[in-house]
């Protein structure tokens, strides 16, 4: 993927997880976005490194994004409608600022489309923040479709999204 390493990444990296996570909240809040203003959920996160479902991608050896893809649809929004089941989901997606703009966040999205689709599984899913129209923008210049928006007073997150894993579709 036009020299990005993507790979598992390991419970001996989640201070490298964090990093990438933290440099993203402190960029939102640079630029007035409250999103991600809190400690980066370590506990998910080894969690999620102990599962092999957080991975790294590398560029000339070095860092430069975070993404996680397993098959969690978060029950506050994914309904029995929705067939939860028939998606990965992604989660904690970020990419260091002296990479940004080089396209690896739709790299990011093609490869987690394609991991979905070896798992035969239909979409590939999301959910973003209510009140962040530039990511939902970027979300759907990347081929994501907005389902709807869920609307709970305790969860500032919500825009779910998502794209067919699926040729032609």
């Not at 990444?9 to 440099?23: F, K």
């Not at 305790?154 to 067919?164: I, M, N, V």
């Amino acid at each position: 993927m036009k020299n990005l390493l993507i790979r598992a990444s390991h419970p001996d990296e989640l201070d490298v997880v964090e990093a990438l996570l933290r440099e993203a909240s402190a960029w939102l809040a640079s630029r007035g976005i409250d999103q991600w203003q809190y400690p980066p959920h370590r506990d998910r996160i080894l969690e999620a490194l102990e599962r092999g479902v957080c991975f790294l991608a590398f560029k000339e050896g070095e860092p430069v994004a975070t993404i996680q893809v397993d098959d969690f649809a978060d029950p506050e929004f994914w309904a029995p409608e929705d067939r939860p089941d028939a998606a990965l989901y992604v989660h904690r997606m970020a990419v260091t600022r002296t990479a940004s703009g080089a396209g690896i966040g739709s790299l990011l999205h093609d490869w987690a489309s394609e991991r979905a689709a070896a798992k035969r599984q239909q979409w590939l899913r999301l959910d973003a923040w209510k009140d962040n129209p530039g990511l939902h923008r970027f979300y759907e210049d990347a081929g994501f479709t907005l389902v709807r928006i869920v609307d709970l007073s305790h969860r500032r997150s919500g825009a779910l999204f998502q794209r067919s894993t699926i040729s032609g579709a």
